[in-house]
Nanobody, 116 residues
Framework: QVHLVESGGGLVQAGESLRLSCAASGRINSMNAMGWYRQALGKQRELVARITSGGVINYADSVKGRFTISRDNAKNTMALQMNSLTPEDTAVYYC??????????WGQGTQVTVSS
């Protein structure tokens, strides 16, 4: 079992930065991959960034060059550095962990609001 808790969301203006953190209660080094997803009002949840246990990273095209994902297995944490935020980044951001059986664990989500 893995329990995920996000933090770091908030209200910022366009062009500013935020850093989201995800703390895992279990051993994230036993997870195949961890990632960040987001869901804007009225839209489907979408992948933002994902990092595998082997260090392979994928980003959504919309955030490439602006967002950076990182994970620290020793501290059981994962982070998402978000720079040059735009109103289109406004959403609830969820921490995700996927085990080797493709089972997904989710955090409760943290709201990110970017004003223009």
């Amino acid at each position: 079992q893995v329990h995920l808790v996000e933090s770091g969301g908030g209200l910022v203006q366009a062009g500013e930065s935020l850093r989201l953190s995800c703390a895992a209660s279990g051993r994230i080094n036993s997870m195949n991959a961890m990632g960040w997803y987001r869901q804007a009002l009225g839209k489907q949840r979408e992948l933002v960034a994902r990092i595998t246990s082997g260090g392979v990273i994928n980003y959504a095209d919309s955030v490439k060059g602006r967002f950076t994902i990182s994970r620290d297995n020793a501290k059981n944490t994962m982070a998402l550095q978000m720079n040059s935020l735009t109103p289109e980044d406004t959403a609830v951001y969820y921490c995700n962990a996927e085990d080797y059986y493709a089972y997904n664990y989710w955090g409760q989500g943290t709201q990110v609001t970017v004003s223009s």
